[in-house]
């Protein structure tokens, strides 16, 4: 008689925790929530919220709820998606952690309320947290890094720049999220022609926006494509010569 043998029990125990890479453009930059921690390990320092994953619960659960308990926002109202899984053994000098780290897109958020764990929550601008010497706590640091590549890549084969922009919304507010984002500058014509043009992109409203120099401007909302086709390249007609923050509006 054939018995099977039991199920292996791991030698090691490993915890699983949700990171939140949460972007919003505010004052002409890419800005991502960071905490202050407000207990060890990294106590004082700088990091992505985030939270174990509780046994009752998947991972998009737990990263809905560290989202709402972190800045009191509803994950159903973001642009939410994985990122990838982080694994290192040394990663966290609490023992065995396996991160799933989760990007979260939104315009304009408000400002943060810290969770139970966090002295305090803040916006900061990309640039600065990517920074050597800025200390984020474990390996938040790479986290952020893949983060920020990951959303200028989205928006070359993406419509996910709308999810940074309040319906409804015009061509050029538009095109300061991709200037912000790539921190290149972009020429106007060739960005309105192509995200215009593109089938399922933008939705006109038929309404307009008055401003106090220059000619009313259209007014767009979500087309509801998921991807872009043709691409929105980087390298493509649509760059300016200048780079930079891109902080133009025209």
């Known amino acids: ?8 029990v791991p030698r090691f125990p490993v915890s699983v925790t ?14 991502v929530l960071l905490v202050e921690r407000g207990k060890e390990p990294f106590l004082g320092g700088s990091a992505l919220p985030g ?3 509780r046994p009752d619960e998947g ?14 926002l509803d994950g159903g109202r973001l642009h939410l998606e994985q990122l990838r899984s982080y694994g290192d053994p040394g990663r966290d000098p609490r023992g065995r952690v396996i991160t799933v780290a989760y990007l979260a897109l939104g315009p304009d958020l408000p400002a943060p309320v810290a969770g139970t764990d966090a002295a305090r929550a803040f916006w900061a601008p990309v640039g600065e947290a990517l920074r050597a010497d800025s200390g984020l706590s474990f390996d938040h640091g790479a986290i952020l890094a893949d ?28 095109r300061h999220v991709y200037e912000v984002i790539w921190g290149i500058a972009l020429d106007p014509s060739n960005f309105r022609r192509k995200v215009t043009r593109t089938a399922g ?11 106090e120099t220059g000619r009313p401007a259209a007014l767009y909302r979500f087309g509801g494509a998921a991807v872009m086709s043709p691409p929105l390249l980087r390298s493509g007609d ?10 133009g509006r025209g």
């Open 201 to 211: 992109f933008l939705e006109p409203t038929g309404e307009r926006r008055t401003s």
């Open 18 to 31: 949700v990171d939140l890479v949460i972007f919003t453009v505010r004052d002409d930059a890419l800005h």
């Open 51 to 53: 939270g174990y994953v």
């Open 59 to 72: 991972l998009d659960e737990a990263a809905l709820r560290e989202l709402r308990e972190e800045t009191g």
């Open 147 to 174: 983060a920020v590549e990951r959303a200028r890549s989205k928006l070359e084969y993406t419509t996910v720049a709308t999810s940074f922009c309040r319906e409804p919304f015009t061509v050029s507010d538009l």
């Open 1 to 8: 008689m054939t018995h099977s043998a039991p199920p292996a």
């Open 238 to 247: 649509i760059a300016g010569r200048g780079a930079g923050g891109g902080s």
